[in-house]
């Protein structure tokens, strides 16, 4: 058990990480955060509605996995194929919001010594979009907590191939043909400075990848739950670290392996 509860964890938040054990504590979890759609139609309000109350899951969750001491949270927010498959009024919805949610977090950002990053092709985005990308990366640079990365416009198998593409080119710099290793497509993947990926948590039951991390997701737990994105939290946190807890990773052997974890301050 815990010796201490962080300040600020709701009751259930605070009951379920009394009940972590801290030398299995994930370093890395990812999610699809899938859903929103669904959510709104069963409340028979547009998909919009259901984006904009999926922004307070996203505060709830970062707020606990913050308060918990997690080192890396990555939220899929925003698929490739999200910005080819739907309506333009949608895309342009979502990019406002991203927009305004960067602006409006900052404080909460500062406060809970955060700090933001991005991965995928977003710099294909809208100009102004990229800016207040830019402004949120630079303005919690200096943070040293929770690195709490947002995939948009993402895509697994376009990172693969940015991965590749950008070993060839540094390889063409230095004049040299070395062959691919897969150290070497791991050093080039957008996520190279994260923790390898422990656990990849999806909303609204469905059995898919998505295209989402599609090589760090090679030995990492998954965790689906029927929960709509919007229903999501930190209670609902802490119930996948909990059930991540009573796994047995093996990493293709035949022993169980504990990672040694970064223990939360
Ligand atoms: C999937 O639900 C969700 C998205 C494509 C967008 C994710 C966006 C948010 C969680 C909103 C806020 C996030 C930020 C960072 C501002 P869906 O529309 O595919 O749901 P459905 O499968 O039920 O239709």
């Known amino acids: 058990m815990r010796s201490s509860i962080p300040a600020g964890l709701s009751h259930k938040e605070a009951e379920l990480y009394s009940r972590l054990d801290p ?3 994930p370093q890395h979890i990812a ?3 899938d859903g929103n759609g669904r959510w709104a139609k069963r409340r028979h309000l547009p998909r919009i509605a259901g984006h904009r109350s999926g922004v307070f899951a996203v505060r709830n969750t970062v707020q606990c996995a913050s308060r918990i001491g997690l080192p890396a949270l990555t939220l899929y927010a925003f698929s490739v194929e999200n910005w080819l ?3 333009k009024t949608e895309t342009s919805f979502l990019m406002g919001l991203l927009r305004r949610y960067l602006k409006i977090e900052m404080p909460a950002f500062q406060e ?8 995928g092709r977003w710099r294909e985005l809208p100009a102004e979009v ?3 990308m830019d402004w949120a990366i630079a303005e919690t640079a200096s943070n040293t907590g929770l690195i709490l990365t947002f995939a948009i416009n993402y895509g697994g198998r376009s990172e693969i191939v940015d991965a590749v593409n950008s070993i060839l080119a540094q390889s063409r710099r230095n004049g040299n043909h070395a062959e691919i290793d897969e150290e070497a497509i791991e050093q080039h993947l957008y996520t190279s400075h994260l923790p390898e990926l422990d656990l990849l948590v999806r909303t609204s039951g469905e059995m898919r990848l998505s295209n989402f991390l599609l090589w760090q997701a090679a030995y990492s ?3 689906v739950t029927d929960a709509l994105w919007p229903d999501f939290n930190g209670v609902k946190l802490l119930e996948a670290i909990a059930e991540f807890q009573t796994r047995e990773r093996r990493f293709g052997g035949i022993h169980a392996i504990h990672p040694p974890s970064v223990q939360p301050a």
């Open 31 to 33: 999610i699809i955060m």
């Open 221 to 223: 737990e998954i965790f």
């Open 112 to 119: 809970h010594n955060v700090r933001v990053q991005f991965i």
């Open 23 to 25: 030398a299995r504590f």
């Open 130 to 132: 990229q800016e207040r």
């Open 85 to 87: 498959r739907r309506p």
